[in-house]
């Protein structure tokens, strides 16, 4: 805006008188003020904009705490818990890995971020509970803990399906080993 009609001024200035100091000076000095003016108006306008946003990033904020409040206010547990839930109930085998469920994680809620140890905590502290799953059989080193689903009148899907599989007796030099 200042700057084209200055330069435009400028212009005018210059071709009609020849190029001296004492013509440019003025005009120069001129320039300087006004675009010192329109910095200061632009830097005023950038600093209550930052501010506008840095209370508007602080309401969000607060609305979102207050928003995940009521939901755990409502259930008992986090949005996690609550996707968590959502995906055992979607799953068709009664019993699951914490792979499992990180897979129809991705398919049910692609957008959410996925937290592998997160989701693994809450399989861990759902089944501690024993109030929606069971440990089937724990995890180790080589192999992950699989759960089975606890149905609302407490009973497991498929009944109490066995911990382990009972390895067969072998027979080796006529002695049975253990």
């Known amino acids: 805006m200042v ?10 200035v210059m071709s009609n008188n020849p190029i001296t100091e004492s013509s440019i000076q003025p005009e120069l000095v001129s320039l300087r003020a006004k675009l010192s003016g329109e910095i200061e108006r632009d830097e005023k306008q950038s600093e209550l904009i930052l501010k506008r ?4 990033k602080a309401l969000l904020h607060a ?15 986090g949005a996690l818990t609550d996707n968590v839930r959502a995906v055992i109930k979607s799953l068709d085998t009664p019993t699951f890995t914490a792979v ?9 809620f692609p957008t959410a971020p996925l937290n592998k140890p997160a989701i693994r905590t809450t399989l861990w502290n759902m089944a501690k509970k024993e109030l929606e799953i069971k440990t089937f059989r724990p995890g180790n080193n ?9 149905l609302a009148e ?13 390895r067969p007796a072998t027979v080796v030099n006529g002695e049975h080993s253990k």
């Open 3 to 12: 700057c084209v009609n200055i330069g435009t001024n400028l212009r005018a």
């Open 63 to 77: 609305v979102n705490g207050s928003l995940g409040m009521l939901v755990a206010q409502a259930t008992g547990y």
């Open 53 to 56: 946003i840095e209370k508007n």
């Open 100 to 108: 499992d469920v990180e897979n129809a994680f991705r398919t049910m």
């Open 154 to 166: 407490g009973e497991v899907l498929f009944g109490d399906l066995p911990r382990r599989r009972a």
């Open 142 to 150: 080589r192999q992950p803990a699989e759960y089975v689903r606890i």
